[in-house]
Structure formats: structure tokens, C-alpha cells
């Protein structure tokens, strides 16, 4: 479990301690692995690449649950590349179980609960 800045950040201090390699080998051999956040901190080029190319990794071949407020045609706002975003999604969605989850937030309505409470 990480979050996809936590991800991002990762990829980048590997790669720039020269040990990309390793990660993506650890990365793959996870039977799950569960990216959470996708679309809270937008990324540059780089970044995009940077997670397409490791997220590619497991397409496939093991299961990957990405978790987003954000549908499909607006994840070009987070990554700014309309073709990279094209392929993430269709490499991500392939054989994929795709659960939309509408409501309220349960973290809202504890909060509200918890306020009501303390008016009392």
C-alpha cells in the first residue's frame, strides 16, 4: 500500500541513487499492490513516464487497485500527457473490475457525528 506521490517520490530517489532496478523488481513481485491518492498532486512529464513505465510492470500480471475521485477523462489534469494517460488507462483497465463509489465520504459523515456529538 502507498500513496502515488509517496510512489512518484520513491521512483525518483531510486533512480537517482541508481537503484530503479531493485524497486521495480520488488514492485513486481507483490501480489497486490494497492496506489492510493491518484489525483490529489498533479506530476510533471517525468513523473507520468516515471509511473506509467512502473505501474507497466504489472500489467497483466499481477493485481493493482488504484483509488482516484477522479474519472478517466480528467486524469489528463494530473498527468498533462493526453497519450500517456490513453495507455495508462487502457493498460490499467484491461481485465480490470472497475468499482465506482458514490456517497458521502465516510470520514465526513464521522466528523459531522463527531460535531453533533459535541454540540450536545
Not at 11 to 24: F, T, Y
Not at 39 to 61: I, M, P, Q, T
Not at 67 to 90: C, S, Y
Request: proline residues 1%; positive net charge.
Amino acid at each position: 500500500f502507498t500513496s502515488v506521490p509517496r510512489l512518484l517520490t520513491q521512483i525518483r530517489e531510486c533512480r537517482s541513487q541508481k537503484s530503479l532496478r531493485q524497486l521495480e523488481m520488488r514492485f513486481q513481485r507483490y501480489d497486490m499492490v494497492i496506489c492510493d491518492e491518484f489525483g490529489y498532486v498533479s506530476c510533471d512529464k517525468e513523473g507520468g513516464e516515471l509511473l506509467f513505465n512502473h505501474l507497466s510492470l504489472r500489467a497483466g500480471k499481477r493485481s493493482t487497485i488504484i483509488t482516484t475521485n477522479l474519472a478517466f477523462d480528467r486524469w489528463g489534469e494530473i498527468v498533462k500527457d493526453k497519450v500517456l494517460v490513453a495507455a495508462m488507462v487502457d493498460r490499467l483497465t484491461h481485465k480490470a473490475y472497475l468499482i465506482n463509489m458514490n456517497g458521502q465520504s465516510y470520514r465526513v459523515k464521522e466528523t459531522k457525528k463527531m460535531l453533533q456529538s459535541n454540540e450536545e
